[in-house]
């Protein structure tokens, strides 16, 4: 079988869990913890990183340290994995959904102007989302697939509104805006390193940003918010702390993040040389400086969810995984009755999505052979 997004374990990860095992530092302290945040904060350009137990978490992290309260309302994409809403409703909060752009399927900053210019009013310093009374409290874009949109127009949006801007990047580790890593886009931006992402930890994410205060916040939230040494806590704080154990294999991920940036890049080329023709389909967007996390084809407007399973399952009948991709958060159960615009770019567009291998270590000859079978059960 050739799947979808297998993790590259060919580097140091056997040495350095050796190593947590023999000094019996496994747990939350050790070495690897705050050198594997040395490394994720140099790849993105950040000053400052920390390491906590999931995406998920260094976003309910992040939005906390930010302000955002029960009872009131984050802007996100509804294209989005349903973690980057989970993560607001943790909070209390609710999702305000809105579309995407076609060009990089990333929440689109025109829309957002939009409907804020439609929907809200300031009452003092606080922004009023009118038809539900609810405080807006800060916007949340997710970097698609490691696609960057057009972030100088976010950070206009939040400055004028006067709202943080913190970025969904769990899957961008290794992307670039205007030839720069991208820490310094947002307030706070946070990565996850779960199995499937290029660079993983077995789980766990990283919230990174240059605002000390801020960052020192969060290291305060996701470790109980303890205050040292004794066994005092002013604030209601979590336990999101990623193990040294995690943070070995991430270091070892680490020291090979170019590598497989430069991978994920060449499986994009790849299947867009190799299959550019071969039917009635077309490619994932890319911006530049797009870490590609993953690839894959989108199915003609009329296909249908249906269409692309079948697609799915024949592939797999041939030893090939393949996989649709995201619904749309307004669609999903929970989150139904939240406020969401027009979205029609993400209605027509998620169910004739189709995830193609491209794991870092994937061959050459495996990347055919996908070619190959998916040519010939598209035919």
Known sequence: MIFLAVP??????KKYLDNCIETT?????????TRFESMVAKATGSDYAVATSAGTTGLHAALTAVGVKHGELVIIPTFTFIASANAVAHCGAEPWCMDI??????????IVRQEMNRYCEKKGS??????????????????????????SL????????ELPLVVDAACAIGAEYNQQPFGKLADVSVLSFNG????????????????KELLNLVRHLTTTARVWPDYDFD???????????????????MECLDDFVKTKRWVRIYYKEALNGKGDFSFFPHTEGSSCWFSGIVLPVSATLKDAKYICDELKKRDIEARPFWKPVHLQKPYRSSPRGKVFVAESLWERIITLPCSTNITEEEMQKVKSVLC???S
């Open 8 to 13: 590259n374990l060919t580097g140091n990860e």
């Open 126 to 151: 606080i922004l009023i989302h009118k038809p539900s009374g609810k405080r807006v409290a800060a916007i949340m874009p997710v970097y698609t697939l490691g696609n960057i949109p057009d972030m």
């Open 101 to 110: 752009s076609a060009d990089d399927w990333c929440l689109d900053p025109k």
């Open 25 to 33: 530092f496994v747990s939350s302290v050790g070495e690897y913890v």
């Open 235 to 253: 604030m209601v704080g979590f336990n999101y702390r990623m193990t040294n154990v995690q943070a070995a294999v991430g270091c070892a991920q």
């Open 196 to 211: 499937n992402k290029t660079i993983t930890c077995g789980g766990g994410g990283a919230v990174v940003g240059n605002n």
């Open 154 to 161: 976010f950070r206009s949006i939040a400055d004028e509104y």
């Open 376 to 378: 010939l059960v598209l």
